[in-house]
């Protein structure tokens, strides 16, 4: 079906109707999950945003901050990248040498994005632009033109729950990631399967939460389609403060949390030992993987065989020494960058 499949689904023309026509900005949101930040932000981050022209600040409704480390001259390509805020945030962390490509289905978010494309290159000092952006369908890469294997990270902030069909912009993303490439995607999840009242609810579906996958279903559809098991990054409880919407919802509890997911080897199980050695800006003393797994430079941990590989195929390699258990640490079975 690809992208002509998906432009009559009702799905996709309400998320457009209520992001492109109702909100006119971020306080016209109902509750808190396409907001609600995670953690702190780390200074560089803080300051790469204030660079950012407030039109495309305004129009922008993520949940969290979605910034993996070890980015310079990484290929990064934004799910739903709305008004260009994430895109034009993560422009100045790749690098000249890097880029940064926004996809949306939203015209009206693709032309606050595209106006300021000039702006920002000249406010950030680049020659030539270093981000672009597609109009197309998460669930459609190769349609909108970008190809497989070309993306070194793919992020999203809050876009997968809006989706329809969520195993299918896994099945993408895992396609267009190059080999030891990274999913990392901010979402909101529930406690369990949600019912199809809550699904068809038009202002719970734009609101993040009609769409939410339940936790241990992203486990299974990751699988599936070939990613590393995911990795819980953060999360932070979503509260609704609409009466009307919390009677709908019932017991039903959701949480915004941001995964991990790489496209690594499968299979194996041996732990490593493993030095960190301080290269990745930002966090440089100590570099939280997920939430078991923080590393601080120059000590030994001992990580599994999940983790291990995720290090060791990922574009991490070069930030660690890898000994084999009891073995003496150097840097063996490190794969150099492409």
Not at 5 to 30: A, M, Q
Not at 131 to 157: C, H, M, P, Q, R
Not at 194 to 209: A, P, Q, S
Not at 266 to 274: D, E, F, I
Request: some cysteine.
């Amino acid at each position: 079906t690809g992208a002509k499949g998906f432009v009559d689904s009702t799905i996709h023309v309400d998320v457009k109707d209520y992001y492109g026509k109702v909100l006119k900005d971020s306080s016209d949101l109902r509750s808190n999950a396409c907001v609600a930040p995670a953690q702190p932000m780390p200074a560089f981050i803080r300051q790469a945003l204030k660079k950012v022209h407030p039109e495309v600040s305004a129009r922008y409704y993520g949940c969290g901050l979605v910034v993996p480390e070890c980015l310079e001259g990484c290929r990064i390509l934004d799910l739903g990248s709305g008004s260009g805020r994430d895109c034009y945030m993560l422009s100045q962390l790749v690098g000249e040498k890097g880029h940064v490509t926004g996809i949306d289905m939203t015209e009206d978010q693709l032309e606050v994005a595209r106006t300021y494309v000039d702006y920002h290159m000249k406010e950030f000092g680049y020659k030539k632009p270093n981000v672009s952006f597609v109009w197309g369908y998460i669930e459609a890469l190769t349609e909108a033109g970008l190809e497989k294997s070309s993306f070194d990270i793919i992020i999203s902030n809050c876009v997968v729950n809006l989706s329809p069909d969520k195993k299918r912009v896994l099945a993408e993303a895992y396609s267009a990631l190059k080999d030891g490439g990274e999913l990392y995607f901010s979402d909101v999840y529930s406690n369990g399967r949600l019912t199809e009242e809550i699904k068809n609810h038009k202002v719970l579906w734009g609101e993040c939460l009609g769409g939410a996958l339940w936790w241990k279903d992203l486990l299974r559809l990751a699988e599936e389609v070939g990613f590393s098991p995911p990795r819980l990054v953060t999360a932070s409880v979503i509260t609704v403060d609409n009466k009307e919407l919390q009677d709908i919802l019932g017991d039903f509890k959701f949480v915004s949390a941001t995964y991990r997911l790489f496209k690594v080897p499968k299979g194996n199980t041996k732990p490593r030992q493993v030095i960190y050695n301080g290269s990745i800006t930002g966090v440089e003393d100590s570099f939280q993987f997920d939430c078991q797994y923080t590393f601080k430079v120059d000590e030994v941990v001992e990580v599994d065989g999940e983790v291990a590989t995720i290090l060791s195929h990922s574009r991490f390699t070069e930030d660690f020494f890898f000994q084999p258990q009891g073995g003496p640490c150097g840097p063996c079975g490190v794969k150099p960058k492409v």
